[in-house]
């Protein structure tokens, strides 16, 4: 069983490694000068330009003067790609350097870092010679101006993301929830201390909101992984991919028609009809009516599915604040994080075992000092400084080295890896109703990385519908 959720990780891996997703305009680039024909006007229309059209007037014969009159610059937003896991544009006036846009995937947004063309001939001097060869970069920059560097780097931020549930779930078997969350956020607030004062004064309100929700995802994450096994609640918290949609449409106000957007319809479907699966069907029990599939839902699931609200808010209220400061990935997470410990340590004081026997050793740093909570305090300590310290780290880097849907399919492997953990480390068994459960909400957080023009089969060729 371990062997066949490996061979589904690796093979949505290479998935996303090997996916030419093209479901946004041009990505960032050195500035050059166009020569040749110009593009078509479709092209224009899904190019986010800065530069004012210039169009030559007569000449004042008088003063023999020419003059030129120019257009001012418009700025378009294209409906179709402000969504997450896409390129989101903004305005020139928000970063100069970078007027084409940022990379998001759930809930990360960074500056690109990537040229999709490869160089010409005086693009960047005579003979291309200001380049860096390869001689004069360390082994860090080779890896990660490599292809594959950043491809890999991302995927072993999802594998390290799949180790929460399972350790989740050993904390819990020594610690109350409250302590074991409480730690995991002090430690990744004191690593994540050096950027929390770099966040700009306009974010702060919204990081103080964002952090909130960040703490009901991480709260309710600790407490359904006290009577639910790791698997499901990492599949069960992949309903993201519902709640983000949501509520662009709610809040923002966007079109997620079938005919905008069918793949988020789609990942609904998909998402929504794996939980079912998940949930509903127990092919162990020999059948059963449906009251008494709908008993079998415990607290535990609804407080995994509570996790996908709290983080898909969180997400949702990320991207809108990348978006609009691009460049604030780690203040943010800091601001997440810190904001998670306070809510925690009041979660802990409400929880009644502060001041019991025994309760002494439940804080920091005297787990570490007692034999019996070995395993709980490495725990603690794995998933604080390395899962999310370390690991948001690591996924600002690589994802700006790449387009955001090859990153979302990537990411989309975390459950998988939260299963295979689980089965290794805790033993645990799974049934039919898992594997095709989980299939579905895996594949449903895959389909976000699809574009409306994927669907062209079906909904037919929106250019063409536009200019009929």
Known sequence: MPRAISVVATTCLLVGLSREAQCFAPTTRRPRRRTGTPSSPAAHRHRHHHQPSRQPTATVLAGNVATE???????????????????????????PDNPLG???????CVLPDFDDDEPTIGEFGEGASSMPSSDDQSLVERILGSYLGPRLLLAFASVLYGT?????????DSLPPSAATSARMLLASLALSPFLFKLEGELAASALLCGTFTAVGYISQSLSLVDTSPAKVAFLGAATVLVCPALEALVDGKDVSVGSRPQTWLAAALCLSGVGILELWNPGSGGGDAA????????????ALLQAVGFGTSFFLTERMMTKVPGQ??????????VTAFLSMAWCVSDGWIGTEGAGS???????????????SLAVLWTGIVTTALNRFIETTALGKMKSAEASVILATEPLWASLFAALWLGEDFGANDYVGGALIVLACLATALRREDFAFVLGDEEKEQTR
């Open 69 to 95: 009159e120019s257009a001012e610059t418009e700025t378009i937003q294209d409906d179709s790609l402000a969504d997450p896991a896409s390129i989101v544009y903004y305005d020139d006036l928000l970063d």
């Open 292 to 303: 008494g599939a709908l008993g079998g839902i415990g607290v535990g699931d609804l407080l």
């Open 102 to 108: 940022v990379v998001c995937a759930r809930g990360v």
């Open 329 to 338: 990935a780690l203040p943010i997470t800091a601001v997440q994080v810190s």
């Open 362 to 376: 439940y804080g920091l740093p005297s787990m570490f000092l007692e034999p019996t909570l070995r395993t709980a």
């Open 164 to 172: 929460n549930f399972p350790l989740g779930s050993m904390m819990n």
